[in-house]
């Protein structure tokens, strides 16, 4: 039995090269990684650079954020790739066909790897070093990682002092991982991208929407962290998101976002994953005021609805006039994945005074094409649906849809759009309603 007086004996026990712990991995093996930062990548580059070890691997995960070699055609016969979310590394290797995408909204992944038809063999994580009892933390990646960790017939654990101690259901003993490998290498990193003055006035126009004592969902890139800089006026506001980015600290710093009005988990922040920059991983590190919690419960959207006032805040690449919302596929290429958009699209809307936003800019290509359209492009995936959609937020306006007939949402939705391109969509609406817009 391991206990605290013991468990350095176990650890030792188990502490491997990679190549050693690598060589575990039988043909054939389903091999799922850790999420996002928390992919060990270490293992990985060993895995990599040492293929002819292995034949028919599938490699499974979300969002990939390291170089995605596995994926390269020159890979085919010792590695496929199963993505639940297409990333920048693989996104030129699903479209080929030489990598594969398993649409799934994120709060089911844990499901899926407790059912019987999708089998773990291996997990590669990423971890703490182990404290004075044996506990380690998965550090930036709860999400579906524990469940990895719990179902994977063998856990191989790379053990990182630049991970931060988190806390929340990303403790773990020791005894729960098989093998450990001690590589210390920075993360990976995510750096903000510059908010341009577009950005700041979707910003503006989402904050508008956010009242005090609010719950937020935050998703990731320049539009979410633009809302983040019109919210210096409000008070006690709440985190309930799947991420946390860098953005966030400076409203903890300032109080205004101290969780003092949420109906969960009041008084703390709590998130799945979380990515960003070396300043976000200090100072979530030992951080007991930030929670990590299963996806299955941070993205349950009936968990997600008990929040009062809940305001999620997601992107897309198109609204066609119906208000369909896609943000995974431009056609029939794959880009990114639904993610947990809808999760948060349902539960906000279902919260006692909640509201979901889908934010963009007007335009894309640098102006040549309306991201407000007639029709999705042949192909395309819808992501939230027009019965599910609520509030549509460009530079130019808000558009409220939810509950509004097709000719108003139509309307609404040609008045924030880029005046470049209303005469087209005016046309469009003409056609369609037999009558002349007013």
């Known amino acids: 039995m391991i206990n605290s007086s013991n468990w350095q004996q176990y650890y030792e026990s188990r502490l491997i090269s990679a190549e050693d712990a690598l060589k575990k991995i039988k043909p054939g093996s389903r091999v799922i990684l850790g999420h996002c930062v928390g992919e060990p990548a270490g293992l990985v580059e060993v ?6 070890w292995f034949r028919d691997i599938e490699i499974v995960h979300m969002v990939a954020m390291g170089k995605g070699q596995y994926t390269l055609p020159e890979m085919e016969g010792y590695f496929k790739h199963n993505s639940f979310f297409v990333g920048t590394c693989t996104r030129d290797s699903v479209f080929k066909g030489f990598a594969d995408y398993t649409p799934c909204f994120f709060h089911e992944v844990p499901k899926v790897f407790r059912s019987k038809g999708f089998k773990l063999d291996v997990a590669l994580v990423q971890v703490t070093p182990p ?13 579906y990682t524990v469940a990895a960790v719990q179902e994977a017939d063998i856990v191989i654990a790379q053990v990182n002092e630049n991970m931060p101690k988190t806390y929340g259901d990303t403790y773990i003993h020791i005894s729960e991982v098989d093998y450990f490998v001690e590589i210390t290498e920075p993360l990976i990193e995510l750096i903000p991208s510059k908010i341009t003055d577009i950005e700041k006035k979707i910003g503006e126009n989402c904050a508008s929407l956010i009242e005090n ?6 998703g990731i890139g320049s539009i979410p962290d633009a809302v983040l800089i019109f919210l210096k006026d409000k008070k006690d506001l709440g985190i309930h998101s799947e991420m946390l980015s860098d953005g966030v600290i400076d409203l903890i710093e300032q109080g205004i976002v101290n969780n003092r009005c949420k109906t969960l ?22 951080n007991n005021s930030i929670e990590m919690h299963v996806v299955d419960y941070i993205n349950d959207p009936t968990v997600i609805m008990k929040n009062y006032r809940m305001v999620s805040i997601n992107s897309c690449v198109q609204v066609d006039l119906m208000g369909q919302v896609a943000s995974e596929s431009i056609g029939l290429k794959q880009i990114s994945g639904v993610g947990g958009q809808v999760d948060f699209v349902r539960g906000a809307s279902m919260a006692d005074g909640g509201k979901s936003i889908i ?9 040549k094409i309306s991201k407000i359209v007639p029709f999705l492009d042949q192909g395309t995936a819808v992501t939230t649906s027009r019965n599910d959609v609520d509030y549509i937020i460009t530079e130019y306006g808000i558009a409220h849809l939810k509950w509004k007939t097709l000719r108003q949402r139509a309307k609404l939705l040609i008045d924030i759009a880029h005046p470049d391109f209303r005469p087209m969509l005016i046309e469009e609406w003409e056609k369609r309603f037999r009558r002349s817009f007013e």
């Open 47 to 52: 895995m990599v650079k040492n293929k002819d």
């Open 131 to 143: 404290d004075k009892f044996g506990y380690i933390s998965l550090g930036v990646s709860a999400d």
């Open 213 to 218: 004592g609010s719950t937020l969902q935050l």
């Open 265 to 286: 988990h009041k008084g703390k922040s709590i998130v799945s994953f979380i990515m960003g920059t070396k300043k976000l991983y200090d100072y979530i590190d030992d």
């Open 359 to 367: 934010a963009i800019s007007s335009t894309a290509a640098g102006g």
